[in-house]
């Protein structure tokens, strides 16, 4: 039978619709449901959106970084305190011994106890004292018969002399000392110059 040139209905197949051979995936969806292609510029609402939330995270950020500054230093000024109060516990409880020597010396001397009772005890003192400031790294500074050394004597005055070198530390007037390595108090001195 020969051929008629019309397609059968069955042979003839629709074009799908051009927005179904879209992929999917080439198209963003805003939150509005509205569709926007992918890599398009975003809009100036969703630019200031996103501007708003990172400037949201940011001042997060820096109220947490601030706060933790704070809490940082009330730490360190709290561990100072008991440092502090620590260190004048141990010096006070060092002191008090003292205190008591000293108070037996004067009951002593109100009772008639000899000179030479009298000065045994407050050389006592004395030495419990100096021990006390030891245990907290306080030394006398030895000035008498060496050289003056501004970072350890003030000298009050000079002596002419031409015994001693000039600059030699004739007298020590008031004793220093040192705590550490710093110099808690100079010692006052007279210094030789040449006659």
């Known amino acids: 039978m020969p051929h008629s040139g019309k397609k059968h209905p069955r042979e003839t197949q629709p074009e799908a619709p051009i927005e179904s051979q879209m ?7 805003d939150g509005e449901g509205k569709t926007r292609a992918e ?6 609402e969703e630019q200031l959106a996103s501007a708003l939330d990172e400037r949201d995270r940011m001042r997060d950020q820096m109220l947490r970084a601030f706060a933790e500054v704070q809490n940082q230093r009330k730490r360190l000024a709290n561990e100072r305190d008991a440092m502090r109060q620590f260190i004048l516990e141990e010096l006070m ?20 106890a000899s000179r030479e009772s009298l000065l045994e005890g407050v050389r006592g003192v004395e030495r419990q004292f100096r021990t006390v400031l030891e245990s907290f790294h306080v030394k006398r500074i030895n000035a008498k018969g060496k050289m003056f050394d501004p970072n350890l004597h003030e000298a009050v005055s000079t002596v002419a002399t031409a015994e001693l070198p000039e600059g030699t530390v004739v007298e020590e007037i008031e004793s220093g000392y040192t705590i550490r390595e710093g110099v808690l108090r100079p010692a006052k001195v007279q210094v030789a110059k040449r006659s």
Request: proline share 9%; aromatic share 0%; glycine share 10%.
């Open 93 to 112: 409880s060092g002191m008090i011994p003292v205190l008591d020597n000293l108070e037996r010396s004067l009951a002593a001397a109100d009772a008639g």
């Open 39 to 44: 890599g398009a510029t975003p809009s100036l």
């Open 23 to 29: 992929n999917p995936q080439n198209s963003a969806t």
